[in-house]
């Protein structure tokens, strides 16, 4: 049942190539330069009007939100909000007819989530669900949505369905973006074949993972660990701490990389471990000077850094490297690395890596 690994965790890693194919499969037409997504294309009038959208999830599924954020408001122009959906259900918050509410949820039986779009369905906002688990609650309540088609995901920790969920939601951002005439159409039928390589990307990474297994033993009886980034890649250093908090019981803080001067620099020593997810983009140049900011502190710098980079390998402690991608696609490559490295801490550490202590799969209470 786990394919010859020991861990369902670890074949959920590994069949991201498969995962993430069969979510593009049938939608992401490159060649022809079309998204279909049925669900998108019967309300699109609804998107393109949108005064805003808001994003409404937890955990992991909250973290893909924010990369939807910096997507569509990239490529679509439209205000984006993602709130915790046990924030957003609990302060009356303000929902007006014309809304457009996206709700992702792997099990879409999350009760937070579930009660949140509730409210905001009676306050007439129109329900989209980007949702993995078919059938679930949240898929029945949604007015339309787009199934993210990983598969079941067995261990506690979300791996496959985080990728899922970040191939539906930069397909609808293209989508909408295209239709509403905010992208431009090099940028489009660029970003269409950015997203069609990412299957092959991802197995190009999954060939060799020896120097992340180095690396979480290296680091594995760290107490603490900081991780950092920008722009696209900010949703994935929160994504990274989540996944090692979860599976390695380490304490783990993600953080916009420039908002590190405000405070986390304070705990930086020559004891402490900060991932950088430090891809070739447009902000490549700024996460050079945090990265000197925290070696001059004598910090232990582990970075996501793009293959091919000559300035990051000569500068970190330890690389583990990811092929070249556009940034907003990026996300999709960049959780890779950092979701082996919190299995093999875990591994390292003896622990049940698919069962993590006081963690349910679908958290059904209030
Ligand atoms: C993290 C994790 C949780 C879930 C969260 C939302 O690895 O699994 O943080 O992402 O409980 O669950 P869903 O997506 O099922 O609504």
Same mark, same amino acid.
């Given at each position: ?15 991201? #190539? ?10 992401? @037409? ?160 660029? @970003? ?42 900010? #949703? ?100 890779? #690395? ?12 003896? @622990? ?15």
């Amino acid at each position: 049942e786990k394919g010859g690994y020991d861990h369902f965790m670890l074949k959920e890693i590994h069949e991201q #190539p498969d995962t993430i194919f069969d979510c593009l499969r049938g939608r992401l @037409l490159a060649q022809s330069g079309q998204i279909m997504m049925s669900g998108v294309e019967n309300h699109l009038d609804a998107f393109i009007n949108a005064p805003r959208i808001i994003i409404v999830a937890c955990g992991t599924s909250w973290h893909a939100g924010l990369v939807a954020e910096y997507l569509i408001e990239e490529l679509c122009r439209i205000p984006v909000e993602v709130e915790y959906a046990s924030e957003f259900r609990y302060r009356n918050p303000v929902v007006h007819k014309g809304d457009v509410i996206i709700a992702i949820s792997q099990s879409g039986e999350t009760a937070d989530t579930l009660v949140a779009l509730e409210s905001a369905k009676e306050n007439g906002a129109f329900i989209f669900g980007v949702v993995n688990a078919v059938g679930s609650s949240i898929s029945r309540l949604s007015h339309a949505g787009a199934y993210t088609h990983s598969g079941p995901e067995i261990g506690v920790a979300s791996t496959k369905a985080f990728t899922g969920q970040l191939a539906v939601l930069t397909m609808m951002a293209l989508k909408i973006g295209f239709a509403k005439g905010t992208i431009d159409e090099t940028r489009y039928q660029h @970003l269409l074949v950015e997203l069609e390589a990412v299957p092959e990307k991802v197995k190009e990474i999954l060939k060799d993972t020896s120097a992340i297994e180095r690396i979480a033993k290296k680091y594995k009886d760290a107490s603490d660990f900081l991780f950092l980034g920008r722009g696209y890649n900010f #949703p994935i250093a929160l994504e990274g701490a989540l996944k090692l908090k979860e599976i390695s019981y380490i304490h783990a803080e993600g953080y916009p990389a420039a908002e590190m001067k405000h405070g986390p620099i304070a705990l930086v020593d020559d004891q402490l471990p900060v991932v950088f997810v430090a891809t070739k983009d447009s902000y490549y140049q700024k996460i050079v000077s945090n990265v000197q900011e925290i070696k001059a502190r004598k910090g232990k710098v582990i970075c996501v850094a793009t293959a091919g980079d000559d300035v990051i390998p000569g500068m970190a402690d330890d690389v583990m490297l990811v092929p070249d991608a556009d940034e907003a696609i990026a996300p999709l490559l960049s959780v890779i #690395p950092l979701q082996l490295l919190s299995y093999y801490v875990g591994l390292a550490k003896g @622990l049940d890596v698919d069962k993590p202590r006081n963690l349910a799969k679908s958290v059904t209470v209030e």
